[in-house]
């Protein structure tokens, strides 16, 4: 449009173009051509003739439907509802009374803890333990001396390995974690699904005697680029490397090889890495990032009343800007996602030496609850190393399935579980050690009953702070763990 006397020509917004072309659509009719511009008359402002913002905007709100008309009335009833539960708040020392109490527990008791050894079980199951690099060099000898000979025999080249199978596996309920039975299988050059296999797992041996011999550290990604042509995908170096580990006998760091780093930690800790002192509280927002070699940390000290376990990054960048452990002295890890080794290795260090319970704080869906047992149960694939990465008696703080009404989670911040989240779910009721901890199957059991999910961040619907400042305090006032 041509602007009046003494105006400009003033652009129609993204917001104009979008309504002129759902009003268009509406009409059934072809797309309007929309005016270069509009009229800017002086002295005020001038209006487009295809205008007709007010029509358009009721169209769109008749086009909310009904379901979403009731989450946004809902949204201000659960707003209330999280004021309510935030007046249940007593005074810091009240919320931190029954955990005080668990660690002056823990403190005291000198029990020392189960082993396969004290259950007489240690013939039946195979776990590796930490080894010296010079043994570790003479068990890579024996394993080759011992195929040279099958090589001279006439047997072929080939190594007995620890079978790892899904069968191979069993939960051991008084240890409560999940361990490896001593069966092996053997393993052949001439077989010819297996050439590959014997063959990386060769490469890797020579790779990890090279390591021990010169006394450097490589990470799983060097050993993979160190022969691609071979490994041609770093999962099968992996792999491998766990057959190598177990056959061994070791643990992987005893073969002088660990993974990137990945976890991170931030809070009420102290503790020398390689001789310097780390102070966690002085890390920023950031965090401290956990070191893949645990046998280089030390010294651990504290003044914390627990150990917050989150699954998520993002829950413990919020954490750790809140500076919550300040308020609620405590050390927060995370393992963002799927747990690694080291994380692994050093949840279970904390606990071991500053005798901290462990809160585990996950998304409410069979993912949540999958990596919350790795941490306190152990892995399948790693289950011959169980002894050194699972830390026993950690408890469900939270986020799960009963919270989502308890503390009246909004409709549009809860999901609908997949056909996947639901056959996850139903597997791991099945598995022996849910079935040993009946108030994990059911509440694992109303998320599939509901069929409906949530994450961490879900609790965001009530303020970005509400997780640090109502949600974790409130449960932990309550004792509301499992």
Same mark, same amino acid.
């Given at each position: 449009?041509?602007?009046?006397?003494?105006?400009?020509?003033?652009?129609?917004?993204?917001?104009?173009?979008?309504?002129?072309?759902?009003?268009?659509?509406? &009409?059934?009719?072809?797309?309007?051509?929309?005016?270069?511009?509009?009229?800017?008359?002086?002295?005020?402002?001038?209006?487009?003739?295809?205008?007709?913002?007010?029509? /358009?905007?009721? &169209?769109?709100?008749?086009?909310?439907?009904?379901?979403?008309?009731?989450?946004?009335?809902?949204?201000?009833?659960?707003?209330?509802?999280?004021?309510?539960?935030?007046?249940?708040?007593?005074?810091?020392?009240?919320?931190?009374?029954?955990?005080?109490?668990?660690?002056?527990?823990?403190?005291?008791?000198?029990?020392?803890?189960?082993?396969?050894?004290?259950?007489?079980?240690?013939?039946?199951?195979?776990?590796?333990?930490?080894?010296?690099?010079? %043994?570790?060099?003479?068990?890579?000898?024996?394993?080759?001396?011992?195929?040279?000979?099958?090589?001279?025999?006439?047997?072929?080249?080939?190594?007995?390995?620890?079978?790892?199978?899904?069968?191979?596996?069993?939960?051991?309920?008084?240890?409560? &974690?999940?361990?490896?039975?001593?069966?092996?299988?053997?393993?052949?050059?001439?077989?010819?699904?297996?050439?590959?296999?014997?063959?990386?797992?060769?490469?890797?041996?020579?790779?990890?005697?090279?390591?021990?011999?010169?006394?450097?550290?490589?990470?799983?990604?060097?050993?993979?680029?160190?022969?691609?042509?071979?490994?041609?995908?770093?999962?099968?170096?992996?792999?491998?490397?766990?057959?190598?580990?177990? $056959?061994?006998?070791?643990?992987?760091?005893?073969?002088?090889?660990?993974?990137?780093?990945?976890?991170?930690?931030?809070?009420?800790?102290?503790?020398?890495?390689?001789?310097?002192?780390?102070?966690?509280?002085? $890390?920023?927002?950031?965090?401290?990032?956990?070191? %893949?070699?645990?046998?280089?940390?030390?010294?651990?000290? %504290?003044?914390?009343?627990? /150990?917050?376990?989150?699954?998520?990054?993002?829950?413990?960048?919020?954490?750790?800007?809140?500076?919550?452990?300040?308020?609620?002295?405590?050390?927060?890890?995370?393992?963002?996602?799927?747990?690694?080794?080291?994380?692994?290795?050093?949840?279970?260090?904390?606990?071991?030496?500053?005798?901290?319970?462990?809160?585990?704080?996950?998304?409410?869906?069979?993912?949540?609850?999958?990596? $919350?047992?790795?941490?306190?149960?152990?892995?399948?694939?790693?289950?011959?190393?169980?002894?050194?990465?699972?830390?026993?008696?950690?408890?469900?703080?939270?986020?799960?399935?009963?919270?989502?009404?308890?503390?009246?989670?909004?409709?549009?911040?809860?999901?609908?579980?997949?056909?996947?989240?639901?056959? $996850?779910?139903?597997?791991?009721?099945?598995?022996?050690?849910?079935?040993?901890?009946?108030?994990? %199957?059911?509440?694992?059991?109303?998320?599939?009953?509901?069929?409906?999910?949530?994450?961490?961040?879900?609790?965001?619907?009530?303020?970005?702070?509400?997780?640090?400042?109502?949600?974790?305090?409130?449960?932990?006032?309550?004792?509301?763990?499992?």
């Amino acid at each position: 449009e041509k602007a009046g006397s003494g105006g400009g020509v003033e652009q129609p917004t993204e917001a104009e173009r979008e309504a002129v072309l759902l009003l268009s659509a509406s &009409r059934g009719v072809g797309v309007l051509e929309m005016p270069a511009g509009r009229a800017k008359a002086k002295g005020g402002k001038g209006r487009s003739k295809v205008g007709a913002k007010k029509p /358009i905007a009721k &169209r769109r709100k008749a086009n909310v439907g009904k379901k979403k008309q009731r989450e946004v009335e809902d949204e201000g009833w659960d707003a209330k509802a999280g004021k309510e539960l935030a007046a249940r708040l007593g005074s810091d020392d009240d919320i931190l009374r029954h955990v005080r109490k668990i660690k002056e527990k823990l403190r005291l008791d000198d029990a020392k803890p189960k082993t396969l050894s004290s259950l007489n079980l240690a013939a039946k199951f195979r776990e590796v333990v930490d080894k010296d690099t010079r %043994s570790v060099l003479t068990e890579i000898e024996r394993v080759i001396l011992d195929a040279a000979a099958s090589i001279l025999e006439g047997d072929g080249l080939g190594f007995h390995v620890p079978s790892r199978g899904a069968s191979n596996q069993h939960y051991v309920q008084e240890l409560d &974690r999940i361990v490896l039975k001593d069966s092996k299988t053997q393993r052949s050059f001439g077989n010819r699904a297996e050439v590959r296999k014997v063959a990386i797992m060769s490469r890797l041996m020579q790779l990890v005697y090279e390591l021990c011999s010169k006394d450097i550290t490589a990470t799983k990604r060097d050993l993979f680029y160190s022969d691609v042509k071979l490994f041609k995908k770093q999962d099968e170096s992996d792999a491998a490397l766990e057959d190598v580990t177990c $056959m061994l006998g070791c643990t992987r760091c005893s073969l002088h090889v660990v993974a990137s780093e990945k976890g991170l930690v931030v809070g009420r800790l102290r503790y020398r890495e390689a001789g310097d002192l780390i102070d966690c509280t002085r $890390m920023g927002v950031g965090g401290k990032a956990i070191p %893949s070699n645990i046998q280089k940390c030390t010294d651990f000290e %504290s003044d914390a009343e627990f /150990i917050l376990l989150v699954e998520k990054d993002a829950a413990f960048q919020r954490l750790a800007e809140d500076r919550f452990y300040n308020r609620f002295p405590c050390i927060i890890i995370t393992g963002k996602g799927q747990p690694d080794v080291a994380t692994r290795q050093f949840l279970r260090k904390m606990h071991q030496d500053l005798k901290l319970q462990v809160l585990a704080l996950v998304d409410a869906d069979p993912y949540g609850l999958n990596i $919350m047992s790795v941490y306190t149960r152990g892995s399948k694939n790693m289950s011959f190393d169980s002894s050194n990465l699972t830390t026993p008696g950690i408890k469900w703080l939270g986020v799960r399935p009963s919270d989502l009404d308890r503390f009246k989670l909004p409709n549009q911040c809860r999901l609908d579980m997949t056909e996947h989240d639901k056959r $996850m779910g139903e597997k791991l009721l099945k598995e022996d050690f849910m079935k040993a901890n009946p108030e994990w %199957s059911k509440e694992l059991q109303i998320m599939l009953d509901t069929g409906e999910k949530a994450e961490i961040q879900a609790l965001s619907s009530f303020g970005f702070q509400y997780l640090t400042e109502v949600y974790l305090p409130l449960k932990l006032q309550e004792k509301d763990w499992i």
